[in-house]
């Protein structure tokens, strides 16, 4: 009986799993075109340009792992090698940070960030610290051209 | 400084490999290196548990748990000594049938309650309780179901299982330990029983093959030896699945004994009357 709930399961989480993954890479290649021309930078000085005030400009992403990732990575665990089924994870993560930091400072009227950093959280649930979602945020510096007195 | 501002190749941070073929392959490894594992472990351990001493296994037995079963004088089996008695006698003579080796003793215990169940465990006690022993017919069935209690004491099938359990318990725990991960124990167990299962339906069947050569041997023939299998049947018509049960398949039990009871047949014992609460047919 429990091997039945677990194949169960298993395919639920496979299904709605694949059908979230594509969905959303399609939303974030579509985006990624559209604000292609905001520019972003990680070093730390911007290039020389005209002047311009600088604010904090944020975005993050929460995604969550299901069931058929779970089972995929812990299997690799087992054995070693890389984790296919948390590549895409992590990069769709990544890859939304960015882009709702780009969001941000397109709110604010810029279109230079520079100083882009990226920082990554696992948030797991219970004691066998089994990672539950990823969080990606992405933070920079975006320059804002100053209003012409 | 000039900068420019490319398109970013797409697929780069991840692999093009569908999650579903990585996914088996990896299934088919842990799995297929459990089965081999769990399969090498029960050989080796059931060859060397069979080497402890009976005399062993009785002491184990008797340190264990059998507290209230005090067949010299315990209370509680005062009132079915003459159940006790005839279930005892019948042991005995196939005992003698079986060819028992001499340091191994039969020690029959009934047990009073609804269950239709009868096993045999650690140090030669066979339970057998009265919801199974009213559902049997006739003596000829009794004798198959207490044969093949015997035949597994013979094969020193209780101490084989515990040992296997044991070892495999212990060798998984060394090598899982406390695992990074739920999951994989899970599958890993799964595995596990499943091949746990296919060495017990090979033990079962190896005693339904000792006892029919028993009965046999004591009454001369083979007929009533299936009684015990359509009871079954009947108790039962929606069975598990071979591959998650204990006992082979009861049609496939039943066939093979007809297999053999095709050659003799002969009039069947009935049982003492006003035993079991039973009226015999």
Not at chain 2, 225 to 231: G, N
């Amino acid at each position: 009986m429990d091997i039945i709930i677990f194949l169960v399961l298993l395919s639920v989480g496979y299904v709605f799993g694949r059908l979230a993954e594509s969905r959303h890479f399609n939303s974030i290649r579509e985006r990624e075109a559209r604000y292609q021309k905001i520019l972003c930078f990680s070093e730390r000085l911007p290039p020389p340009g005209p002047p311009a005030d600088t604010v904090l400009v944020s975005g993050s992403a929460v995604i969550a792992v299901d069931y058929f990732k779970m089972i995929a990575a812990s299997l690799r665990n087992l054995i070693g090698g890389r984790v296919h089924a948390f590549e895409t994870l992590v990069e769709r993560a990544r890859r939304e940070a960015i882009l709702r930091m780009k969001e941000d400072a397109i709110r604010r009227g810029a279109s230079l960030i520079v100083n882009v950093k990226l920082e990554t959280a696992s948030i797991t649930k219970g004691r066998k610290q089994q990672a539950h979602c990823v969080e990606v945020y992405a933070y920079g510096t975006a320059m804002v051209p100053a209003e012409k007195v | 400084m000039s900068y420019q501002n490319p398109q970013i190749p797409d697929g780069v941070n991840y692999s093009q490999d569908h999650p579903l073929k990585d996914f088996f392959l990896m299934l088919l490894v842990v799995a297929g290196s459990t089965a081999a594992l769990v399969a090498l472990l029960f050989m080796l351990s059931g060859y060397l548990v069979s080497f402890i001493p009976f005399s062993t296994e009785v002491a184990l037995a008797d340190s264990l748990v059998f507290a209230e079963d005090n067949t010299e004088g315990g209370d509680v089996n005062q009132a079915h000594l003459p159940e006790q008695k005839y279930l005892q006698q019948l042991a005995a003579q196939l005992a003698v049938a079986q060819q028992l080796p001499d340091d191994m003793s039969i020690t029959v215990h009934y047990v009073d309650d609804d269950t239709v169940n009868a096993f045999a465990t650690l140090g030669g006690h066979i339970y057998m309780h009265r919801g199974l022993l009213e559902k049997l017919p006739h003596e000829n069935a009794l004798a198959m179901v207490m044969a093949h209690e015997i035949a597994h004491i013979k094969h020193r099938d209780p101490i084989i299982a515990a040992g296997r359990g044991f070892t495999i318990i212990l060798a998984l725990g060394s090598i899982l330990g406390m695992g990074n991960s739920d999951f994989s124990q899970q599958i890993v167990s799964h595995t596990t029983s499943l091949t746990s299962l296919a060495f017990s339906r090979d033990q079962e069947q190896q005693a339904d093959a000792e006892a029919a050569d028993t009965l046999m041997q004591h009454y001369g023939h083979l007929s009533g030896s299936a009684a015990l299998f359509e009871i079954l049947q009947q108790e039962s018509p929606v069975e598990l699945p071979e591959f998650l049960s204990s006992h082979p398949v009861t049609n496939e039990r039943l066939q093979r004994l007809n297999e053999l009871s095709r050659l003799q047949s002969g009039a069947v014992t009935p049982l003492p009357t006003a035993l079991f609460g039973v009226s015999s047919q």
